[in-house]
């Protein structure tokens, strides 16, 4: 019977070897991510230190598909009525589904109990050596004991990709008129994309007390960007949003990454070129992929002051994208869309060349793990 909870964009890993395949993919491209990031920075696109906390986020989505791993390695050879199976988002995404990362924080939450109740790893792997020898049989609950094992150990661990991951703040310099300037950087995993989604947020910070020791300021400025970090909202309305309300933090550029979507003949479903082309590699497994990374990015163009009775407002006014008048559109400056896949694929890409795809930045990787940027 159908799990009432799925819809025709999601789907169940329900074979233990494609599970396997579907996050040893994974595995191999959030290693592959951070090669990218890097060149990105020496492109310019990403400071030295939005490498760094990109690479931080690309290592936490890995974190998370190592732990669910292990969470879904034996349990879907248990009986039917207590199976469980990974779910995906198939369509747009590639990537587990928002509950599988809200159940996965609701474990953590009680990891270290749920820990103290199960066998240790040594008397485990004792206990299923006598099964095999004695009882001559497959000692499957105990393999789903120490697989259960294994992904609590790495929740306690930590280091983990969440729904939400609060905003941090991180000095870049002291400007000449006092002021301090910082970027915040957040995350979230988005209910409606099923993708990970960063924000890089630089602000010119103007308050008495250093905005990250703040009390009253900086709890405040948290709540309201977690709040505001809604893949349907344009940069534009969130960054003239917390304009509005805090006149001492002003923001001067916006960035939102969408790691994905992740596209796999063997796994999702996608329509256009990006199927032809993962279609005609499909024989090559390890290759029959391809990773959409987008960048919006809205930039402070000029400040207006805004007078009022006793004392006067810094407004940001925001550089939008000036060509066909799609800056009202996207509500960003510029919108940069990359994708990142093996060499067989771009090589079927490149003899296809669809329009659609001329002005997209590609990032190809070889088997040896180097980069090499065209577009």
Not at 259 to 266: D, I, K, T, V
Not at 297 to 310: A, H, I, N, P, Q
């Amino acid at each position: 019977m159908p799990d009432p909870g799925l819809t025709s964009d999601h789907k169940l890993l329900d074979d233990d070897i494609a599970a396997r395949r579907y996050f040893g993919k994974f595995d191999r491209i959030t290693r592959l991510m951070a090669g990218v990031a890097e060149e990105m920075e020496a492109e310019g696109t990403f400071t030295a230190l939005e490498s760094d906390v990109l690479g931080t986020y690309v290592s936490a989505i890995a974190a998370s598909f190592r732990a669910l791993s292990m969470k879904y390695l034996i349990a879907g050879r248990l009986e039917s009525a207590v199976a469980r199976h990974l779910t995906i988002d198939l369509h747009e995404s590639g990537f587990p589904v928002f509950q599988e990362i809200v159940g996965m924080a609701n474990d953590a939450a009680q990891a270290q109990q749920s820990l103290a109740a199960l066998p240790d790893a040594t008397t485990l792997k004792d206990q299923m050596i006598r099964q095999i020898v004695g009882d001559r049989t497959v000692p499957t609950r105990l393999q789903y004991a120490l697989s259960q094992r294994l992904y609590l150990e790495a929740l306690v661990k930590g280091g983990l990709f969440f729904a939400q991951m609060p905003p941090q703040a991180q000095w870049l310099a002291d400007l000449e008129n006092g002021r301090r300037r910082f970027l915040i950087h957040w995350a979230v995993y988005d209910s409606q994309l099923n993708v990970p989604v960063v924000y890089l947020l630089e602000v010119e910070d103007a308050g008495t007390t250093t905005l990250p020791r703040d009390q009253a300021r900086w709890p405040a400025a948290q709540a309201h960007l977690m709040a505001q970090s809604v893949g349907g909202l344009k940069l534009l309305t969130i960054a003239k949003g917390f304009d509005d309300d805090f006149s001492d933090i002003h923001p001067k550029r916006l960035r939102r990454v969408h790691l994905g979507p992740m596209y796999s003949s063997a796994f999702t479903l996608q329509t256009g070129p990006i199927r032809e082309v993962l279609e005609e590699v499909r024989a090559q497994p390890g290759d029959d992929w391809a990773m959409a990374w987008t960048i919006e990015d809205l930039e402070s163009e000029r400040v207006e002051t805004e007078k009022g009775w006793f004392s006067s407002t810094e407004r940001q006014v925001f550089r939008l994208d000036p060509f066909a008048g799609r800056g009202a559109e996207t509500g960003a400056t510029r919108v940069t869309r990359s994708l990142i896949l093996p060499q067989r694929p771009y090589q079927v890409l490149a003899e296809k060349d669809p329009e659609g795809f001329r002005s997209v930045r590609k990032y190809v990787v070889g088997r040896e793990g180097r980069v090499v940027v065209y577009g």
